[in-house]
Structure formats: structure tokens, C-alpha cells
């Protein structure tokens, strides 16, 4: 006789499997809530899909690591398109083309200028266009630079830039004019300084060029590069330098000018003071002066002179400060000037522009003292109004 088939070992009745049973029997015998298996199996999936996103950001990483970038100066300007207005076959064709090497002279960088000669009004006109490549002036690889102009026959007479903020590739667009007879271009050099701006210590020279004018032609605009080489020796200005603080406020129309110091005056000076003029509508406004300092080079005078400027007048007014100065034969003459206003150019409209930007806080800068012909000539100031006398 055989055993009696056991109840447990019954097979499963055909159309039905053993296995979907298996995950519901498990569910049912855990203590836990269903809601709280839910969450787990959600975070669960969470977890999942934030390993895998991590798993693609890596290998796009190292994708990117292993792509050779452009450097961003070499991106900022494209020398095979210059901005200028001219057409591209003035501009020097070998200057886009060719790479700095080590130690080259294009380690400078280099000047895009524009020359032309007027024989009516007997002008040479020179067009700041563009700098690139300049060598880096300041610790964090970049510089603020600017361009000063001058003619070797005109020492006196130069222009600046404004002060281009955190670049090694300036657009100036930027002209100005010299007057030079015709038969004297021959023996005429034009001088570019590129220079850093620092607001409180000597400005760094960065790149210089030097051009003679022998060859310019009078009929014909030349637009072009220019390599530019290392910066010569910079001379001490004779006529010294004058550090002021602005401060303006706009609700009450309230012009602060401190005069702080001077430096690089003559030693033959028997004293020196200054004098503050405000212009308004290229006439003679308000003046106000300092104290005298006797016998000293580098006068010390922070004095505080408050003027009264709407808002709506500003852009008409022209602030002038002059140091003047007794000599041996004790008669006063000004021994520099320092333009300010809205007509300024160079550093001295950048001080300005940072003084409204900076309303009711004041800014101080050095600034180098001009000719005081070479102020009055840019003034161009008109005759005061004279009432006429009684009985006249």
C-alpha cells in the first residue's frame, strides 16, 4: 500500500504560479504602517536617481577638462576684424596673423591708430582706437589702463584718455589734434604712453610707442597696427602733481573740494598756495583760496572749500585748482593747473564721473598739474560782464 499523498505537496492548480503571492505575504506579515513603506520606497527611488545624476555630471566634467579652452584675452579682441571705421586693408595685415613669442616684442601688446593731416587748419590728427595684449599691471592679471599723447616738439602739450577699468584690450576711440606746420612734420615724433592707473601712487608705465611723422601722407587717412615697445624712462614732471578729495550731494546741491597736498614742486619756491575757481558757462563764477605754505616742495594744506551747485547747472560748470607760487623776486605765477568738470578729459573726467557715481561720499586723486596756458587755452573762457560805472 502506498503513503497517501500529503495536503502540502498538492502542485498549484494550472493558470497560477507561487511567486506574485511572495512580495504581498511579505508586506502583510511587516509590522510597519503603509504609509511608512511608502516612504521608504520613495526615498529609496530618490536615492537612486541622485547617484545616477552624480554619475553624469562626473563623466561630463572630465568630457570638459579634456577640451582645450581659449584663453579670454585672446577672446576679448579679434585682430582680424578691428573696430574702426576705415576698411581692412589699411590695417597691417601681418600683425593678426603672426603669435607672441617668448620674449618677443609682442610681449607689449599692441596699438591700433588712426593718422591724418589737416594743411587747412595745419593739424595733426591723431585716432586712439584700440589696444590688445598689453602686459598685465596689477596682481590679478589685468590692469586699468589709459593713453597719453604728446609731440617731441610740444612737450607741454598732452592728452589722455579716459581710464579703462579691469582690461588688458582697451577700446579708446578716442582723437585728438596738434597743431605742426606743414614743413615741420619731418622733424616731429609722435609719442603714445599706455599707462595703469593708480588713484594714490605713481602711475605704472605699461607699453610706449614712438612714431615719426616724416611719413605721413597729407591727402590720405592711415589707419593701422602698431607694435608697441617697452615703456622708456619716465620723467618727473617739473611741474609736480596736486591730491584732492571730491564730494558731491545731490539734494543739496553741495560741492565739497578739499585740497590735501602737493608734491614735486621747485625747491626755489618761496612759498605756495592754491587757488579753487568754479566756472560756470565758461565764465568766472566763485573762487575761493588756501593758505600759504613757505619753503617746502611738498606742501601740506587740507583745507575744505564747500560750493553751492544745483544739480541742473553741473554739467555746466568747470572746476579749476592752481598752484601758485612766489619766487625769489616775490611775484606770484601759477605753476600748474588741474581742469575739472564735464569738459575734462583723462583721468581728471574719470575723477569726476566717479564723484557722481559715489554721491555723498567723497573721492580723492592724485592728479599731474598742466601748463596754465595749455588749462586756459581748453577753457577758452569768454569775457566776464562788466557793468558799465555811473555817469559813464
Partial sequence: MGRPPDARST???AGTTAVPGLIPDLIARLPWPRWALVAVAVAVGVLAVSCFLCVVCCCLRRRSRGRKKKPRDQEAVGLASPRGT?????????????????????????LLLSLGYDVG???IRVGLKQAADLRAGGPGGTADPYARVSLSTQAGHTHETKVHRGTLH??????????VA??????????????????????????????????VD????????????????TERERSGELCLSLRYVPSSGRLTVVV?????????LADSYVKVQLMLNQRKW???????????????????FTFLVPFSQLQSVDLVLAVWARGPQFRAEPAGKVLLGARASGQALQHWADMLAHARRPVAQWHRLRPAREVDRALALKPRLHLPLPGS
Fill in 11 to 13: 502542485p498549484a492548480p
Fill in 86 to 110: 576705415t576698411s581692412t586693408h589699411l590695417v597691417q595685415p601681418d600683425v593678426g596673423d603672426s603669435e607672441a613669442a617668448p620674449g618677443g616684442p609682442q610681449d607689449w601688446g599692441r
Fill in 121 to 123: 587748419s595745419q593739424e
Fill in 170 to 179: 582697451p577700446t579708446f576711440q578716442d582723437t585728438c589734434c596738434f597743431h
Fill in 182 to 215: 606743414q614743413h615741420e612734420l619731418a622733424g616731429v615724433a609722435l609719442r603714445v604712453q599706455l599707462l595703469n592707473f593708480r588713484r594714490f601712487s605713481a602711475h605704472e608705465p605699461l607699453a610706449e610707442l614712438s612714431l615719426p611723422l616724416g611719413a
Fill in 218 to 233: 597729407p591727402q590720405h587717412v592711415l589707419e593701422r597696427w602698431y607694435q608697441l615697445g617697452p615703456p622708456g624712462t
Fill in 260 to 268: 590735501l597736498e602737493a608734491r614735486g614742486l621747485s625747491l626755489g
Fill in 286 to 304: 566763485k573762487k575761493r583760496k588756501t593758505s600759504a605754505r613757505k619753503g617746502t616742495a611738498t606742501p601740506y594744506f587740507n583745507e575744505a
